[in-house]
């Protein structure tokens, strides 16, 4: 049960590598096509992370050296540099993880912390592996931290889909889509776990379907000491919901989302929330909405919550992504489908709701782009497209240049690596 794997300004430079018209001002640059058959990974559903060496780091669901997941391979950690230079740092074998589909985060002490949404040594989740809590070097050393669903019944929960966040305490906090000790879902309605660096993981709370069920995203730790969250469904709609929990595990619903006619305030909300700089958090959902085909929203830390764009399938459709915000203040994000060739876009959204798509993928230049976008310090924003995309067809990684138009693209002089 892991995620769903669905998804110009014409520059001349020997600099620029792969392009496709884009609105004025933006230039897509394939940076990386995957390549399953020379023993990298395969559909990288994940956004990337920029890390404090200057490279990105990232995960792919499928793909890699290990012969033990059939011919679609177990999943691999790599990194790549601004310039496309990738580099495997290590390929999932089962025994220590399967199918990483979220992101990693770099801690305090430099090293990489991830989930895996399945894999381990345990198969009490219902008939499947249950999933991992891992940590990796920049070197790709993998020492696996937890090994979910130990005793039956999964209390401390399985298939964490998300990834981790690091609070000021040093420890991790994280989710699980199923498992969890409430009843109230065939498979457990999910939890909300902390974890230390050392592994010693405490279930902080499990949802029981009316405070929320199936969280699939990354938690956010504000600035308040709180974290928030979404949960794919439950509430009092069953429609999703929007939350809030402390460290040491108080829960707040802060909205349940289908409370508005037809559902126009949206409806699953699968991605993680970013809290801005105006100290309000902004999310997306996967359905819902004037059109049906999803949403971007604006919640305060109370709970009032506005709709701030309803998606229609010309602009995008399917957000499973989370947004991002620039340093111009702009909101950024993908849609996995819809767009001018119905294999997904790049948008930017303003607080005040005003979107300008960035791009469409076209296929040559990826499609599906599931995970979100991260900005560099060079002020561009790379991201990940999925599986069937690329010349090789299984995934790029690609950079989306917001500038000016120019009649020949230079080496960016913040780019020294």
Known sequence: MNKPALLRIVCISLFCGVTAIDSPGQLLTTLHDFDRFHGEGRDPNAALIKATDGDFYGTTQYGGTSGNCLDV????VFKISRHGTLTTLHSFSGADGLYPSAALVQASDGNFYGTTADGGPYDNCFGITCGTVF????????????????HSGCPDGFQPLAGLVQARDGNFYGTTAGGGSSGNCYLGCGTVFKITPAGVLTVVHSFDSNDGANPSAALVHSSDGNFYGTTEYGGANNGGTVFKITPA???????????????????????ALVQARDGNFYGTTLIGGASGDGTVFKITPRGALTTLHSFD???GVALYAGLVQGTDGDLYGTTQAGGVYGVGTLFKISTAGTLTTLHSFSGTD????????????DRNFYGTTGYAGGPSADGTVFRLTTRRTCAVCPPLLSEGK
């Open 313 to 315: 399938y010309s602009d």
């Open 249 to 271: 595990g108080t829960l707040t619903t802060l909205y349940s989302f289908c409370s508005q006619s037809d559902c126009s305030d949206g409806y699953l909300p699968l991605a």
């Open 73 to 76: 391979g177990c999943g691999t």
């Open 135 to 150: 940590k990796i070097t920049p070197a790709g050393t993998l020492t696996t931290l937890h090994n979910f669903c130990r």
């Open 366 to 377: 990826g499609i599906y782009p599931y995970g979100g976008l991260v900005q560099g310090t």
